[in-house]
């Protein structure tokens, strides 16, 4: 078992492992965000469940953190030992012919996520930890009176129309990411035998459905502010 | 018709290649590619230079030792052939042909279009077998029954030629679909069975110190396999490695 | 020195056993001393190398190739035989070795035959143990085709690829025996010569194709697995790099070659499409299980097929000429190869051929469209079905059975083989004579021992289709591992061979001499050049049928050509790089000298029988006609100029089988 992830197929499952992960918070960060829409009262009473559930704050959330990490880390480590394989480069490379561009890029498309993921961190989260744990409040209340601020936050960060652009590109390269890296980490975990066209289905729905649901709610908040 | 080629040239594994450029007349399009480089050979050879030495030998598309990338393609444009049956007819008159030998680090340049597999065997001799004495003292065949889908899909991926345009043509060199494929024969096979865990574990850690890359799933060689191996092998040896791991 | 085929005593079916149970064994801590040399890696050279190793013996193989894995055997097609009788439809090891001699003309030697098929049913169950893929019935077990030349379904197969399995099934054999380091493999290399010492094959001189360096290896056997020559046609189907050279070079040093105009002409492959033609494509054999050959009725017919103002489909059934069907209504379309490419060509000789060249006929599969498709139909439970739809129904049958062919004709003609009939000539393919050998498969060189397709022994005049990778495996699996220990029980205190001898000494110079002549030879033509004119005269002169004029030409113009190729050939580059033009002049300079022994071979055999047809010698409906008095093996004894060479006569006696007139009617 140890010497599995050292392995090269160890360490694809490792990659696909933690997208599993990655595409699950993906999931449930969409069914909770698609609530601001429909639902202001519901999604601050889920947010604020989030963000103060201790198995969430302390157990899921560090794992989370642990697997964005690692799949970033292990993906360039993979990136850079595979090019090493390839040894000289052709003079002519018709790549289109036989691959997607996004499964050939997807460290491109993994640094434009990277890139977001930073941008984000800064929208909400290091805005949540400052409110959590530096100046401790864990009410969840605006300026600690009148009802949630989850909501009213969430609206307020989709004024600026270039940070909304900015998001709309992010997830549109997230879907790249997703359109190849869905059915590969399924692939890679060997549930695909036989069964590979309904893995690339459900990846391709999968990759549509999750950004343009983020899409809709950043644009939504924008033109509904 | 008339071609312009660009053939990539090195005089051997230690000295540094490049691209020149030739010219061929009058060639016709039921030519085979292999032919089309006989007519240059020829042509060199009678100007007194050196030919371009490229693999090849049964011509037929089954001994595997071909091996060009043409136009950005591992064996050409075409699907489901190698380089030697790959036919004129696929390129136009007044084509530039750019032509290189397959490339990686584990596959490093013997002379011109000529480049090393042997890693390849070395991968094979790790496990690529079932360990029996061929005394013939065996049992008899049909007293192992084998469900014709498990047999015919031991075929499919049997049917490898080990000709290396998987590697060639993944930008990451990686060596799993042909590493699946034989670790796939076996694994559907009862008689396989009794070292698939070895099998499989030996053979990848072969294929990893051969130094091939690591498989990004993107599906290209699959799609250039002159026998259409499919990425299914591959699955089923990460689920045969995580089996035999855990 | 007189022949001696060394075959045991005793009634024929208990020959092999007793043999075995009387040979002198060699023990295991013994045959870790004793090294053994095996020159190539097809079916038999991969197969002998994995079992001595698993015996014990240290063995060094060799292959021109940069893998074992390539050998030609895997580009046999269509099957293997073993009288398994899995179908129960009445074969036994008695009939297997029937047809084969039958098959064979009546050329063959009884002993060696019945042994090849006694052991036949052993490669089957051993070929399974190792993993190969053999097609299966939807029950599971093992499943069967016919072949051409025989009444019973004997032929495993894998799909159209049963060469490429079997021979990756003796390659992961010997890749075991490499990883356990008993087999020390030498790729991208030549044997240039053999080493005899004291009269005994001793080692061989090899040629790295990569760094062009001369290796001496010694061993206390020699053996040569290197196929057959049929590239000394130029056009064949061989591979391009096979070739005669280390049969060649036993020969030269006292090995008998025997039976050189033995030459299979197939009948099932692609036409010629031009001059720069470098190969020629087999379409296998199986293909007539199920495909009619036929031909135009009419000449009207033929000219407007090849203007192209006429379709084959277009011809009815009346205005065709399934001309194998007319003149051998019990065989039909499953003829021997011989007797079908001699028909074919008789039809194109008078004119009747469909393609351009005029050397085409059709191979149509229209009536197993239909055939199979009414069955499906019934099978699926369609009634009235349309014509369309069965064609389609039959399509899938016909596709799951030989798709790959199909699609490898459809690559190289352009023609969609599913609409339109194949066109197809027979063109050279298998070489049944080769170095001659005993009972033992040793050559007349003590301790050189000739397998597969190399030697001559088992085929006679003729091969029946999938017999040759039975014969492979068979010689490699399960007869060399023990007639070899035989001889090498007297080698248990010899020690380790040395190359530092005058004898490695002597080859070695005359290797590097004759290398460094074609290098520094500033000649004018290419290797190629020559290699053409060479296999045109022998396609015209010693190719599917043969005369006295045309043979005593050939050997005047071969002769000469061999002169003209060491005056003026021209080898670019030097001897010490990768260099395939060298490798190549030395291939072509042997079968510069094998062309004439071959058809000095052809004039002296005075009767057709099997590939050899001699005009003179012909029936009055045109079929071969054998002469009681040449029922004998042609070993020629090397002398200098092939056309010096001496022949030997080992006499064929058949006690077990009736010599008949060989008819297929």
Known sequence: MPGFFKSSIGRKVAMALSAFFLMFFLLQHLAINILSVFSPETFNEVSHFMGTNPVVQFALQPVLIFAVVFHFVMGFILELKNSKANGVSYAKNNGAANSTWFSRNMIYSGITILAFIVLHFIDFWFPEINTKFIQGDWSGMLDGVDGFRYHEELKHKFVNPIRVGAYVIAFVFLGLHLAHGFTSAFQSMGGTVGRKKAAQNIGKAYSIIIPAGFIFIALYHHFNH | ?246 | MALDSKVPQGPLKDKWTDYKNHINLVNPANKRHIDVIVVGTGLAGGSASATLAELGYNVKSFAYQDSPRRAHSIAAQGGINAAKNYQGDGDSTYRLFYDTVKGGDYRSREANVYRLAEVSANIIDQCVAQGVPFARDYGGLLDNRSFGGVLVSRTFYAKGQTGQQLLLGAYSAMNRQIARGKIEMFNRHEMLDVVVVDGKARGIIARNLVTGEIERHAAHAVVIASGGYGNVYFLSTNAMGSNVTAGWKVHKKGAYFANPCYTQIHPTCIPRSGDYQSKLTLMSESLRNDGRIWVPKNLEDVTAIREGKLKPTQLSEDQRDYYLERRYPAFGNLVPRDVASRAAKERCDAGFGVNATGEAVYLDFAASFERYGSEQAKIQGITNPSAAKIKELGQEIVRAKYGNLFQMYEKIVDENPYETPMMIYPAVHYTMGGVWVDYNLMTTIPGCYAIGEANFSDHGANRLGASALMQGLADGYFVLPYTIGDYLSDDIRTGKISTDTPEFDVAEKEVSERIAFFVNNKGTHSVDYYHKKLGKIMWDKCGMSRNKEGLEEAIEEISALRKDFWENVIVPGTATEYNEQLAKAGRVADFLELGELFAKDALVREESAGGHFREEHQTEDGEAKRMKEFQFVSAWEYKGEPKDAVLHKEALVYENIEVKERSYK
């Not at chain 2, 013939?136 to 498990?150: E, L, M, R, V």
């Open chain 2, 1 to 246: 018709m008339n071609l312009t080629l660009k053939i990539w040239r090195q005089k051997d594994s230690n000295s540094k290649g490049q691209m020149v450029d030739y010219k061929v007349t009058e060639i016709s399009e039921h030519m085979s590619f292999l032919e089309m480089m006989d007519v240059l050979n020829e042509q060199l050879v009678n100007a007194g230079e050196e030919p371009v030495a490229f693999d090849h030998d049964c011509r037929e598309g089954i001994c595997g030792m071909c091996s060009m990338y043409i136009n950005g393609e591992a064996h050409g444009p075409d699907r489901g052939v190698t380089t030697c049956q790959l036919h004129m007819r696929m390129f136009k008159d007044g084509d530039t042909i750019t032509i290189e030998p397959f490339r990686a680090a584990a596959f490093p340049v013997i002379k011109d279009l000529v480049v090393d597999r042997s890693a390849f065997d070395r991968i094979q001799h790790s496990g690529g077998y079932i360990s029996v004495n061929t005394s013939g003292n065996t049992q008899d065949a049909n007293s192992i029954p084998i469900a014709k889908q498990a047999a015919d899909q031991a075929m499919d991926a049997a049917t490898c030629i080990g000709c290396g345009a998987c590697v060639a043509t993944c930008k990451n060199s990686s060596a799993m679909l042909f590493v699946g494929a034989k670790v796939s024969q076996y694994a559907l096979l009862p008689q396989g069975q009794v070292e698939a865990a070895d099998r499989v574990k030996n053979m990848v850690a072969q294929m990893d110190l051969e130094g091939f890359g690591n498989c990004t799933n993107t599906g290209a060689c699959e799609v250039e396999c002159p026998k259409g191996i499919s990425l299914d092998n591959i699955a089923r040896m990460n689920r045969e490695l995580m089996k035999a791991s855990i």
